[in-house]
């Protein structure tokens, strides 16, 4: 019997503005010029759900889509045919090379060894990792006349700015070294540009940029303000309301106490939705205009709030937490990647 029963619906809520995550990539894509914009949907893109945001962007006119780790790609597989879908992290052993080799997915080349597994696979069309500068993952230039490389049939010759958020001299040196990586091994297209590196200009576009951050609502740099959309927002049910006498403490250790009498009330959202403690101190959740402080620390699933500006604030009434990234990024120590990439599984599965 318990089985056939629908659940209460949740507390807590996700909203994706899939309308804004749709312009976001127009916009991305005509600033990318005589480039076409990609969509990095890695971690779920960025932990706002590919089920949510893979068709909008598809319908948008992507066609290119980048996943991290093979995992990912049964779920977008569902959306948009395999030659569509780029694994960044590679082949990782054989297994990675054949299923990439029998499904379509492109695999990118991160290495001589992954070369040599692709080619072990039976080969084809791939993408290739050159390290200009951030030294994560990527062939080294010493390495681009290589037999395996050689050997390679590549579409994408790809690598990745390390510091495109700042007017950083090492973005210059990156991009003079993939044109002469270019020079050096076969390849049908470029790509270079992440969100903050399209905002650097023509220069760095090549064939074919990646945005990820942006196209969910991050402003990585300052010339994207205005033209990027917030694109989710969370919301949290009030659990309960009460009143402090002056004295009380509210939360774990204590560290707030009321000077005074006190309306609060407790949030159905803690650090195990993805609002970290972090988030705490000196913030507030709002109530339409009404700004509600958060007292005391975040617990794994609640969070207090002073609703003296809030007189009419009752159980179950939906309170909103602030989500504009750069905004929210500025009131605490997280990056905008990192708020978007934790986000909760309750919120997801809303």
Known sequence: MIDALAPPPPSLRLVVDKDALAANWRALDALS????????????????????????????????????HWSEVAA??????????????????????????????????????QARLWHAAGGGLCHLMVDTGINRIGIGRDEAGDPAIAGL?????????????????????????LHAAATQIPHQRKSLANSAGIALGADYAFDVTRPGLALYGGVPRAELAGTIRQVARIEAAVIQRRRLAAGESVGYNATFTATAPLEVAAVSLGYADGFLRCRGPGNALMFGDARLPILGKVSMDMVVVDCTAAPDLVTGDWVEVPFALPDAAQQSVLSQYELLTTIGSRLRQS
Do not use: W
Not at 153 to 174: G, P, T
């Open 33 to 68: 010029g005589n480039a076409r914009a990609g969509a990095a949907i890695k971690a779920d893109c960025y932990g706002l759900g590919l089920a949510n945001c893979l068709p909008a962007l598809r319908d948008a006119g992507c066609t290119q889509f980048f996943v991290a």
């Open 153 to 177: 049939h590549i579409d994408l010759l790809m690598s990745h700015l390390a510091s495109a958020d700042e007017d950083s001299a090492m973005n210059a040196r990156q991009l003079a070294a």
């Open 76 to 113: 977008a597989l569902a959306h948009v045919p395999p030659q569509q879908i780029a694994v960044l992290h590679g082949p990782l052993n054989a297994a990675d090379a054949s299923y990439a080799a029998a499904s379509g997915v492109i695999p990118v080349i991160n290495s001589l060894d």
